[in-house]
C-alpha cells in the first residue's frame, strides 16, 4: 500500500498548488514564495517503489562551503533538528548544498492527506520563518542567536519552577566575580579579620 505520485498530486491540487510531476525521477517539483527564501523549491520524492517519502528543499542556503564561519553554521543546522521535529539537514561537501529535509518510511501503510499537509507546511515554516534568520544571522556573525534565545528560555523555566532561585545565582555570581577580582593576599586578610 505504497504511497504515490498521483496521490500526493492529489493532495496538492487540494489546497491549490502549482507543480510539475517528473515521473522519470519518482517525484513532484512545487514551491513557494517565502519571506526569506525567494526561490523556496520544494521536492517531494518516493522511493523504493513508493514505500520511502521524502520532501526536501534543495540549495537552502549557499556558500557555506569555504565560509569562515562554517563550524557554527553547521553546528547550528544540527541545534535546529534537535530543538524542533521532523526537520533535519543535509550537507554535501562536495559542492557544498544544504538541504532541508523531512523524510520516513511508509512501508506497507498510506501516506494520509494529514500527514501530507503537515510536512508540507513544517518544511516551510521551520525553514524559511525560524531556520533561515538564524542561520543568515551565524554567517554574519559567526554567532547562533538561538543560544541565546535557550539561555532566556531556561531562565524563565528556572523562575517558574523555583521563585527566588535566580535572584539566589545572581547573588552567588557576584560574589564570585569580586572574589575573581581581588589578590590572594586580600583574601587572606579579610580571612584574618573574620577570625
Same mark, same amino acid.
Given at each position: 500500500?505504497?504511497?504515490? %505520485?498521483?496521490?500526493?498530486?492529489? =493532495?496538492?491540487?487540494?489546497?491549490?498548488?502549482? =507543480?510539475?510531476?517528473?515521473?522519470?525521477?519518482? #517525484?513532484? $517539483?512545487?514551491?513557494?514564495?517565502?519571506?526569506? $527564501?525567494?526561490?523556496?523549491?520544494?521536492?517531494?520524492?518516493?522511493?523504493?517503489?513508493?514505500?520511502?517519502?521524502?520532501?526536501?528543499?534543495?540549495?537552502?542556503?549557499?556558500?557555506?562551503?569555504n565560509?569562515?564561519?562554517?563550524?557554527?553554521?553547521?553546528?547550528?543546522?544540527?541545534?535546529?533538528?534537535?530543538?524542533?521535529?521532523?526537520?533535519?539537514?543535509?550537507?554535501?561537501? @562536495?559542492?557544498?548544498?544544504? #538541504?532541508?529535509?523531512?523524510?520516513?518510511?511508509?512501508?506497507?501503510?498510506?501516506?494520509?492527506?494529514?500527514?501530507?499537509?503537515?510536512?508540507?507546511?513544517?518544511?516551510?515554516? +521551520?525553514?524559511?520563518?525560524?531556520?533561515?534568520?538564524?542561520?543568515?544571522?551565524?554567517?554574519?556573525?559567526?554567532?547562533?542567536?538561538?543560544?541565546?534565545?535557550?539561555?532566556?528560555?531556561?531562565?524563565?523555566?528556572?523562575?517558574?519552577? @523555583?521563585?527566588?532561585? $535566580?535572584?539566589?545565582?545572581?547573588?552567588?555570581?557576584?560574589? #564570585?566575580?569580586?572574589?575573581? #577580582?581581588? %589578590?590572594p593576599?586580600?583574601?587572606?586578610?579579610?580571612?584574618e579579620? +573574620?577570625?
Open positions: 500500500m505504497a504511497a504515490t %505520485l498521483k496521490q500526493i498530486a492529489g =493532495y496538492l491540487d487540494a489546497k491549490g498548488w502549482k =507543480y510539475r510531476i517528473d515521473e522519470e525521477g519518482s #517525484r513532484i $517539483l512545487t514551491g513557494v514564495f517565502g519571506s526569506n $527564501l525567494e526561490d523556496f523549491l520544494i521536492v517531494i520524492q518516493l522511493d523504493e517503489d513508493g514505500e520511502f517519502f521524502e520532501m526536501f528543499a534543495p540549495r537552502v542556503l549557499a556558500g557555506v562551503q565560509h569562515p564561519h562554517k563550524t557554527a553554521i553547521l553546528q547550528t543546522m544540527l541545534a535546529i533538528s534537535w530543538e524542533t521535529k521532523m526537520l533535519q539537514w543535509e550537507y554535501d561537501p @562536495s559542492d557544498g548544498e544544504i #538541504r532541508a529535509i523531512i523524510e520516513f518510511p511508509l512501508e506497507d501503510a498510506l501516506l494520509t492527506e494529514r500527514q501530507f499537509n503537515r510536512c508540507l507546511l513544517s518544511l516551510v515554516e +521551520l525553514v524559511d520563518e525560524l531556520a533561515l534568520p538564524r542561520l543568515k544571522t551565524v554567517m554574519e556573525t559567526g554567532e547562533d542567536p538561538g543560544d541565546l534565545e535557550e539561555g532566556e528560555r531556561l531562565l524563565l523555566a528556572l523562575q517558574e519552577e @523555583s521563585p527566588g532561585l $535566580l535572584t539566589v545565582l545572581e547573588r552567588a555570581m557576584e560574589a #564570585r566575580k569580586r572574589r575573581g #577580582r581581588r %589578590l593576599s586580600e583574601e587572606k586578610d579579610d580571612d579579620s +573574620l577570625a
